[in-house]
């Protein structure tokens, strides 16, 4: 089985630009989570999607929106990117209780 | 609310060695606890996670970790390094499941930066 893929894997945007990533969780898992982490820090919760609703969203500006799609798949987008926006973007989807499967991660890079 | 502290953002030890990683966290609700490990340029990978029963949980590589309630820890331990361990480690708290079938949010320590010397 395929695990959670995220594309694409590097980014360079431009201060104000936009950006979209997307993940593909796992075949039958229905939650999918987005997290930040900044380089030198644990990550960040961002958003988590839960049977294509919303269930939780961190302490991250309006700029920042996802959504997850009937195939479970999903979307992170983030508009006027600023410099801090720099990261790398890990999504990561759940079944039952074997924990979070975590995608190899989105570098985004603002310059 | 929940946070996790993590003790020694580096820890160093040599390879054969005893590694502990110390995790304190704080939660209103039971927690779940979990160790991640990360390596350079890559995303997260499970160790081992506690929900319920056994306090000792046995994870891969051979890492294990106890949870205690009294002490609010969850110290990652492995009795015999190898090189092949160096790498970092979050350990990371939810505190809810969603629908019976997914945890909610996890809540990640700030990380510990594991070295091996031989």
């Known amino acids: 089985d395929a695990g959670v893929t995220q594309s694409p894997t590097h980014l360079i945007k431009t201060r104000g630009q936009h950006v979209t990533l997307r993940c593909s969780p796992i075949?039958?898992?229905?939650?999918v989570s987005w997290y930040q982490q900044v380089l030198g820090q644990g990550p960040q919760f961002i958003f988590q999607?839960?049977?294509?609703?919303?269930?939780g969203r961190g302490n991250f500006p309006d700029r920042f929106s996802a959504r997850q799609f009937p195939n479970y798949s999903s979307e992170l987008n983030v508009n006027a990117l600023l410099l801090g926006d720099s990261a790398l973007y890990l999504c990561?989807?759940?079944f039952g209780r074997g924990g979070y499967t975590f995608g190899s991660g989105t570098r985004l890079t603002v310059v | 609310a929940q946070s996790v502290t993590q003790l020694g953002s580096h820890v160093s030890v040599s390879e054969g060695a005893l590694v502990l990683l110390r995790c304190n966290y704080s939660?209103?609700?039971?927690?779940?606890l979990f160790w991640y490990v990360q390596y350079p340029n890559q995303g997260l990978q499970l160790l081992l996670k506690y929900t319920t029963g056994a306090t000792l949980v046995k994870g891969i590589n051979g890492f294990e970790a106890e949870f205690k309630k009294s002490e609010t820890s969850f110290h990652l331990t492995k009795p015999s390094a190898h090189m092949s361990d160096a790498a970092e480690y979050f350990c990371a708290v939810s505190g809810i499941v969603l629908g019976g079938t997914s945890y909610g949010k996890l809540t990640f320590g700030q990380g510990t930066i594991l070295t091996v010397h031989p």
């Open positions: 075949s039958g898992h229905k939650s």
């Open positions: 990561a989807s759940s």
């Open positions: 939660s209103s609700v039971p927690p779940y």
């Open positions: 999607y839960y049977e294509k609703e919303e269930r």
